[in-house]
């Protein structure tokens, strides 16, 4: 993590974790056009691929649209990451992530629904970006690169390869001595400068954990709700999958 160091001390940052070795592209929504097209701008880039989305002509209009996703052809995966423009508007050099995150949210809620089969096969998926106090706590096995997505528009993400940023040991990853309750309630605050991320209370006011938020639609409303003075009560649940707590839903 030391090389890491340096650049993550100027803003904050999200990260991507990824599991394939595909590259970053651009999903292009042209006016009147009902095929969307992936592209790459990088030397030896793979020709741009046409995909059949189930998509509203809204996105469409204005000047088009543009998003940042990762195409795996391997995996048969679509992972839509960050919209650089929106209806004819430039946003990556004006409008925070966070923000482009929103519209993002918009766009699944309202403009897409997802057909696999329309897609021949090809699974979409929208990504949930974790925090850096996140990454630090997470076992890397698996994953081969790492995506930080600054907060700050107009900058540009940094990328690194997963073996030059953790080496392996032969000691397993600790374990919680004490086996984690798989649903609890607890009274929800914001970790200031931690996105999606809450320590978690139980009616003395005992800190029970630290919980995250996976879904846009949740994160959306509990940023609205919650602070890191004024708490929410929510329903948690433990994944086994990221060895953590989610928040579930809002009581």
């Given amino acids: 993590m030391e090389n ?22 651009f999903l292009v929504f042209l006016p009147g056009k009902q095929a969307v097209v992936y592209l790459q701008t990088k030397e030896r880039s793979p020709p741009p691929a046409m995909l ?16 940042v996703a990762n195409l795996d052809t391997i995996a ?23 923000q482009r995150r929103d519209l993002l949210q918009e766009f699944v809620e309202q403009h897409w629904i997802p057909d696999a089969r329309l897609m021949g096969g090809i ?21 081969s690169t790492i995506d930080l997505i600054p907060e700050q528009p107009g900058k540009r993400r940094l990328w690194y390869m997963v073996d030059a940023v953790v080496k392996p040991v032969a000691e397993p990853v600790a374990k919680p001595v004490a086996e984690p309750k798989h649903s609890l309630k607890g009274l929800a605050f914001k970790v200031d400068n931690i996105p999606d991320i809450y320590d978690i209370y139980d009616e003395k006011k005992t800190l029970i954990c630290r919980a995250s938020v996976q879904f846009f639609a949740l994160s959306q409303e509990m940023r609205s709700k919650c602070s890191t003075d004024e708490g929410v009560w929510v329903n948690i649940s433990w994944r086994d999958d990221f060895k953590g707590y989610e928040i579930i839903k809002m009581l």
Avoid at 76 to 83: A, K, N, P
Avoid at 134 to 141: D, F
């Fill in 4 to 25: 890491m160091k340096q650049p993550l001390q100027k803003g904050v940052f999200y990260v991507a974790e990824n599991e394939g070795k595909s590259q970053p592209g």
């Fill in 52 to 67: 059949r989305m189930r998509v509203s002509p809204y996105i469409s209009e204005g000047g088009g649209s543009v998003f």
């Fill in 76 to 98: 048969h995966t679509l992972r839509i990451e960050d919209v650089w423009m929106w209806r004819g508007e430039p946003l990556f050099t004006t409008t925070p992530y966070s």
């Fill in 123 to 143: 699974t979409t998926t929208i990504l949930n970006p974790i925090s850096l106090a996140e990454l630090c706590t997470k076992s890397l096995i698996g994953t």
